[in-house]
Structure formats: C-alpha cells, structure tokens
C-alpha cells in the first residue's frame, strides 16, 4: 500500500464536496487579463509525474504528441506530483488542447447521443455534450478551457504506471463519472469504495495547490482559466486562448 510521505497530512482522504454544475453564461462573462505565460512541455518534467497524450496515441485529428500547460500550472501539477503518496504517480492525459480537437470531440460526442436519444431537442442534445466537452471557441472573450492551456485532465497510477481504478474510464460519459457520484452512494463496494478514496485523493492533492474541478468529470481541473475564476471566486481570469508557437512564426518574429 502507499504510505505518506513525512510531513503530509491525511487531508487525502477528506470527502469531495459537491460543487453545482457551472452557469457557462457567467463563465463566459468573466474578464481575461492575460499573463503571458508561454505554453510548456511535461513531458520535460520529472517524476512523479508521467505524460500520456491520450487523444495523440487514439489517433484523433489534429491532436498533438504532447500535454502543453501554462507553466504556473506546470509547476502546480509538479507539486501536486510530489505530494502524492510514496507509490503513486500523477498522469496527465492532456493539457492545451487545439481548436480541431475540441471541434472534434464536441461533433463525435454530440453524434453519438442524438444517435442513442432520438428524444432529445437540439437544446438538450447541446446541453447534454456541454457536461462533457465544452463547446468549441477560440473568442478572446470566452475561449473553452483546454484551449488556454490552464486546464488538465489528469489521473493517477501506481508504482509500476498502471492507472488506479476511479470508478470510471477518461472520458466515459456517464452520471458516474461525475466527481461526487461515488460520494453519494449509501452502500458502496469494495472496489467502489476503493474507486471513490482515489478521487478523494486526486481532489485533495489538486485542491491544495490551487486547482478547481468540473464538477461533471472527476478528471478535469482548471488553474488560471476563466473556469478557474469561476470556480474559485476570482474577479478575473488569467489565460486566455493560447497556441503553440511554429518555426515560421519564429523566424518571422527574428527578421
């Protein structure tokens, strides 16, 4: 079993509160005073920390083969690294994510309920992916979340890099998944209860160095996005939209 590294304490094992769904309109409303923080590579940072680009190794369109973060989030999830457990390591699945991605995962989630739930309006069919994915947008008002580089999906594994068991798989869109889902349950299982002590434990390590969770997905955390702000009583939000810096735009910017 994992043990405590000395000097941590067992506010790991403390229940997640339950968090109401975000109202997108107000998100959207928050100001973007934007920092400047350059997009940077995990894949750099050491261990405990291990970087798997999910939507890369699943062949997704555009995607690309590595997790880009803000580095103030960067060195967040580094922290948040160290104070795991001996034992566990913390994977990071993915980070700034471009806009053909999530246009992507937006339309295929989308496609698949309206396939499944010929009952639903357009309304309640957008309404139903938004608890999911987040509606594409690249406006400097109100960009998605992964598109600034603030936003994370993570996990967490053991000793030998196997994911732990959180209730549910990355990106299953089921009520389960929501975060608090396995806290509500009167008479979990073993291997539930199991489940349910990893999210505690993913939460509380996140929580304490700064990052909000969406509510709907126990994966996915926010440091310095509007979600961020949104979440945590911030009168503004410090990254907007970002990319990636090409060697043409380089050279353009030196000559």
Same mark, same amino acid.
């Given at each position: 079993?994992?043990?405590? $590294?000395?000097?941590?304490?067992?506010? /790991?094992?403390?229940?997640?509160?339950?968090?109401?769904?975000?109202?997108?309109?107000?998100?959207?409303?928050?100001?973007?005073?934007?920092?400047?923080?350059?997009?940077?590579?995990?894949?750099?940072?050491?261990?405990?920390?291990?970087?798997?680009?999910?939507?890369? $190794?699943?062949?997704?369109?555009?995607?690309?083969?590595?997790?880009?973060?803000?580095?103030?989030?960067?060195?967040?999830? &580094? $922290?948040?690294?160290?104070?795991?457990?001996?034992?566990?390591?913390?994977?990071?699945?993915?980070?700034?994510?471009?806009?053909? +991605?999530?246009?992507?995962?937006?339309? @295929?989630?989308?496609?698949?309920?309206?396939?499944? *739930?010929?009952? &639903?309006?357009? +309304?309640?069919?957008?309404?139903? @992916?938004?608890? /999911?994915?987040?509606?594409?947008?690249?406006?400097?008002?109100?960009?998605?979340?992964?598109?600034?580089?603030?936003?994370?999906? +993570?996990?967490?594994?053991?000793?030998?890099?196997?994911?732990?068991?959180?209730?549910?798989? /990355?990106?299953?869109?089921?009520?389960?998944?929501?975060?608090?889902?396995?806290?509500?349950?009167?008479?979990? @299982?073993?291997?539930?209860?199991?489940?349910?002590?990893?999210?505690?434990? &993913?939460?509380?390590?996140?929580?304490?160095?700064? /990052?909000?969770?969406?509510?709907?997905?126990?994966?996915?955390?926010?440091?310095?996005?509007?979600?961020?702000?949104?979440?945590?009583?911030?009168?503004?939000? *410090?990254?907007?939209?970002?990319?990636?810096? @090409?060697?043409?735009? *380089?050279?353009? $910017?030196?000559?």
């Amino acid at each position: 079993m994992p043990t405590l $590294k000395e000097g941590a304490t067992r506010s /790991f094992a403390t229940p997640i509160p339950h968090v109401r769904e975000p109202d997108w309109s107000k998100v959207s409303q928050i100001p973007i005073h934007e920092s400047d923080e350059p997009l940077v590579p995990l894949g750099l940072a050491p261990l405990p920390i291990k970087v798997f680009p999910v939507y890369a $190794k699943q062949g997704v369109p555009g995607s690309v083969d590595e997790c880009y973060v803000r580095e103030t989030t960067y060195r967040r999830l &580094l $922290k948040v690294a160290r104070s795991l457990p001996d034992g566990m390591g913390l994977v990071v699945l993915d980070g700034w994510r471009p806009w053909r +991605v999530q246009q992507y995962l937006f339309d @295929t989630l989308y496609e698949s309920l309206r396939a499944h *739930r010929s009952d &639903l309006s357009e +309304v309640d069919l957008t309404v139903r @992916t938004r608890e /999911f994915v987040s509606v594409p947008s690249r406006s400097q008002e109100a960009p998605s979340p992964h598109l600034t580089g603030g936003a994370v999906d +993570v996990t967490l594994c053991d000793a030998d890099g196997l994911l732990l068991d959180m209730g549910t798989l /990355f990106d299953e869109a089921v009520s389960e998944s929501h975060t608090v889902s396995l806290e509500e349950l009167e008479a979990p @299982t073993e291997r539930q209860r199991v489940a349910r002590d990893n999210r505690r434990l &993913l939460y509380n390590a996140m929580a304490a160095q700064g /990052f909000t969770n969406l509510p709907s997905e126990w994966w996915h955390y926010d440091c310095g996005d509007q979600l961020w702000a949104y979440h945590s009583g911030q009168a503004a939000a *410090r990254y907007g939209p970002a990319e990636l810096e @090409t060697v043409e735009e *380089r050279w353009r $910017k030196q000559l």
